[in-house]
């Protein structure tokens, strides 16, 4: 995908909230009629199921030059009686993934596991939605199945639904999740389109007639009717090209590449890698439609039912004055847990983003996330005219009060063009080590701007399934800035990419054979944690061919082959 393409999504997609906004009279008119599936009984603390299409009819644009049209169709499974929800986790890499429905109902929470096997990682339901296009002359032109994500771009079925929904916005596809949360508040209605960006459907301009129906084995377990939508397409061409589409920019949301410079990136088309977690983009489908065109949630708080963690998260902005008095960290004080994830998206790159022509360089994503039970709260401030900002970490007792800070320290203005913020100097730091782990290759890399890119795990105590700072518009301050708060929720991680020159390990002069990429979190350990012992993850790697033509293995990490 070209750094074009990706500022064209916005057009290809109609903005969810109007998807949602037309909800309630669609909702309306179907329940006045009769659904082709038998009706379903209300038992308590059981969520009733059914799939509706929000429109009769969609208008999908073919743009000049591109290779097809992405089947956004406007279909949502309404959720109505009872709350949607699952939990989905794994022990270790070495165990498969489990998922669970939970119930609630009157204070009492159970579990339901879903048949072994059925869930495969933490994108969604897999082969729930079941799509056949048909030409005008009744001939199927396309057919496909998609991925169901309970968290997908939603909308309120009724006026006495919820006004906000308290659950993640968007499934993880990092592929080193742990733990994930689905659902979808009574009342609402979940979009169950999938759009695969890599993947457009090649229909010519011209009508079409889509049959959207769920998967018979899911119908089964979840006892949803068979109803099947006919939705009419038109796929026209556009008279005129346009830009991003009203109410987005260039890139919201998401994952953000070794500069953090995805807007800058973006803007002067600077942008270059798109693999899992590129560059300066998120992989195309890597957030759902609700994060892209919705725009970011503030914190919900806790509810009935439920705690989403943020009780307990600091708020955003900075303290507007250093820290004064002793400094002190109060004993038993809840404290993050930074822990590493094993590197994955590894390749060998040559030149390229101002790298040295004719030099090898293995580039990788990595990604240091926060088990909790407390957010890391790191504020910066600066002396007047300097390009350093002293660095304070702070504690919270559970009701969210400042009980005390420590010193940690510095953060630096990186004024680069892609960078051009504040970095705080002691997240993290990346290592190449030799087969039997004493040599090394340290990467540029040792300053980071931290956001809250990827759910790792949703299921730790505390763990905030709403995090504020998921990009940089909202986190990392201006080069007039005098203060800056970089926060780190329970529960997320932060992810950066190495394809940046100085970033990546230069391999020019290594000797083909095995070797592991370390990801090291806090470093130095001048950040205050619950456990210094699990901050290390390694990754192996078996490189091989001539200079110039480097290769580059990477064997599965126990059940994760993600290269």
Excluded at 69 to 85: F, R
Excluded at 224 to 243: A, Q
């Amino acid at each position: 995908m070209t750094s074009q393409q990706h500022r064209n999504r916005g057009r290809w997609k109609r903005p969810a909230l109007a998807a949602g906004a037309a909800l309630t009279v669609v909702v309306t008119a179907a329940g006045a009629a009769p659904g082709a599936g038998a009706a379903q009984a209300a038992t308590p603390g059981k969520p009733k199921l059914k799939l509706i299409a929000a429109s009769n009819s969609v208008t999908l644009d073919r743009w000049e030059g591109e290779p097809g049209v992405y089947l956004d169709l406007g279909t949502y499974v309404t959720v109505d009686n009872a709350p949607l929800e699952f939990k989905v986790t794994r022990k270790s890499y070495k165990d498969p993934i489990v998922a669970k429905q939970v119930f609630r109902h009157d204070g009492t929470t159970t579990t339901k596991a879903l048949p072994t096997g059925l869930v495969k990682d933490f994108s969604g339901l897999p082969g729930f939605l079941e799509v056949s296009v048909k030409d005008a002359n009744g001939s199927e032109v396309a057919k496909s199945k998609g991925n169901f994500c309970p968290n997908n771009a939603s909308g309120r079925l009724r006026p006495d639904a919820p006004a906000t929904s308290h659950y993640p916005e968007s499934c993880p596809t990092n592929p080193f999740t742990l733990g994930s949360v689905w659902g979808v508040e009574k009342g609402w209605a979940s979009n169950s389109s999938t759009v695969d960006y890599d993947k457009p459907v090649d229909l010519p301009v011209g009508e079409y007639t889509a049959k959207v129906s769920v998967a018979k084995k899911y119908r089964d377990l979840f006892g949803i009717p068979n109803d099947s939508p006919t939705i009419k397409v038109t796929v026209r061409k556009p008279s005129e090209s346009g830009g991003v589409g009203r109410g987005m920019t260039a890139h919201q949301g998401g994952a953000h590449g070794s500069a953090h410079g995805s807007a800058h990136g973006s803007a002067q088309g600077m942008a270059h890698h798109y693999g899992p977690r590129g560059a300066d983009e998120p992989t195309p489908g890597a957030l759902s439609h609700a994060l892209e065109d919705r725009g970011l949630a503030h914190h919900l708080g806790d509810g009935r039912g439920h705690t989403d963690g943020s009780r307990i998260a600091a708020a955003l902005r900075p303290n507007s004055a250093r820290p004064t008095g002793r400094a002190g960290v109060p004993a038993n004080v809840p404290k993050p847990d930074l822990r590493s994830l094993p590197a994955w998206d590894i390749a060998i790159t040559d030149g390229e983003d101002g790298d040295v022509p004719g030099k090898d360089y293995l580039a990788f994503s990595a990604n240091v996330w926060n088990a909790g039970p407390a957010p890391l709260v790191v504020d910066g401030f600066r002396k007047p005219g300097a390009d350093l900002m002293d660095a304070y970490q702070y504690f919270y007792d559970a009701n969210g009060k400042q009980i005390g800070y420590t010193p940690t320290g510095t953060m630096e203005w990186d004024p680069r063009i892609g960078h051009e913020h504040w970095h705080f100097t002691d997240f993290a730091s990346y290592r190449l080590l030799s087969e039997d782990k004493t040599r090394e290759v340290r990467s540029g890399k040792e300053a980071f701007c931290l956001a809250n890119t990827d759910a790792v795990d949703y299921t730790v105590k505390n763990a905030n399934w709403k995090p504020y700072n998921t990009v940089l518009s909202t986190a990392c301050g201006e080069q007039n800035s005098i203060s800056v708060r970089e926060v780190l929720d329970v529960g997320s991680g932060d992810t950066y990419t190495q394809y940046r020159p100085g970033q990546s390990f230069d391999i020019t002069d290594l000797p083909n054979g095995t070797y592991y990429i370390q990801v090291i979190a806090n470093p130095e350990k001048r950040l205050q944690e619950t456990n210094l012992n699990n901050n290390v993850a390694l990754r192996k790697v078996i490189l091989s061919g001539e200079p110039g033509k480097r290769t580059v293995q990477v064997p599965p990490h126990d059940l994760i082959n993600a290269p």
